[in-house]
């Protein structure tokens, strides 16, 4: 009953409070019922919910194109000790006899963003929050208060946002620029056939290029391994480099976006002594520019 009324008495206006629950304090930041809210921005590049906790920052669950979903704190200035905080998915006040929780320790280190959880944790977060849940950070404040700090996280108002959230996740692209700004596709130690294994990789590349407005220009440079003689490398550099523009194109990415170079054996990217290093060294390089660079580099 003392919890209750505890519990209770912190859902009134006033958004910090300090709670006495037995012997344990704690400072708790989180919103009230009245004004929890949860945000969702959603585009195919990434996906994003987040809560505003007054008096502390930001929780968001983030997900960009192509990586796993993280759940991070956001606060407007450091507040927690660097170590361990202990999570737990709280039974909320109107529903008292709900047991909580308990879902580990999780690392907290100073700076912009103190939390960080991994994909499995994010994942059950969201469904603690799903199911009704609050989502309870305690960890003492760094500057040596003698209570603890709690950031939560309400599930009031988070159905509706979820339901946005799992749309916008069903429109993400598969990878995101970081991952196709600089790729490599194989070849097999003659000819310039690429395996169907690479396919994949380029698809990706062709996906994100009609996709994003900003991509402004292909280079697509041919190499070799240094077997055989000089000049028939240049050639078959300049087949392999062709025959990847050509891939991209029938994917339906402008010819006019792509410039396409051959370089034979000259830029070995490791040692042609071994066989490992030639099979690293054959390949066809395709660099991904945004608008705002334009600069042709040299060869990679």
Not at 145 to 151: G, Y
Request: hydrophobic share 40%; glycine share 6%; net charge positive.
């Amino acid at each position: 009953m003392y919890r209750l009324l505890t519990r209770t008495l912190f859902w009134l206006p006033s958004v910090l409070v300090v709670l006495a629950v037995g012997p344990a304090r704690a400072t708790e930041y989180a919103a009230p019922m009245d004004k929890s809210e949860w945000q969702v921005s959603s585009s195919i590049f990434a996906c994003e919910m987040n809560q505003p906790v007054p008096y502390y920052g930001n929780a968001r669950f983030y997900r960009r194109a192509g990586e796993p979903l993280t759940l991070e704190l956001l606060p407007y200035t450091p507040r927690l000790e660097s170590g361990k905080a202990r999570l737990v998915a709280r039974a909320p006040v109107w529903r008292p006899d709900g047991a909580d929780i308990n879902l580990g320790l999780i690392p907290v280190t100073r700076g912009e963003r103190p939390v960080g959880l991994d994909n499995k944790l994010s994942n059950r977060a969201l469904t603690e929050l799903h199911g009704g849940r609050e989502l309870v950070f305690t960890r003492y404040p760094w500057y040596g208060a003698s209570e603890s700090s709690r950031i939560a996280l309400s599930p009031v108002n988070f159905q509706a946002a979820y339901g946005q959230y799992l749309q916008c996740l069903g429109s993400l692209l598969p990878v995101n620029y970081d991952q196709i700004a600089r790729s490599a596709v194989y070849f097999p130690s003659s000819g310039d056939d690429f395996p169907p294994a690479e396919n994949r990789k380029l698809r990706h590349i062709a996906t994100y290029v009609l996709a994003d407005p900003q991509i402004g220009h292909l280079f697509i440079d041919g190499h070799t391994d240094s077997k055989g003689l000089r000049d028939e490398n240049l050639e078959l550099s300049k087949r392999r480099a062709e025959s990847v523009a050509a891939f991209l194109r029938n994917l339906g990415v402008p010819a006019d976006m792509i410039t396409v170079r051959w370089h034979g054996e000259r830029y070995p990217v490791a040692s042609n002594q071994s066989r490992v290093g030639r099979a690293q060294n054959r390949r066809v390089t395709v660099r991904v520019d945004k608008r705002e660079d334009q600069t042709v580099a040299a060869a990679e």
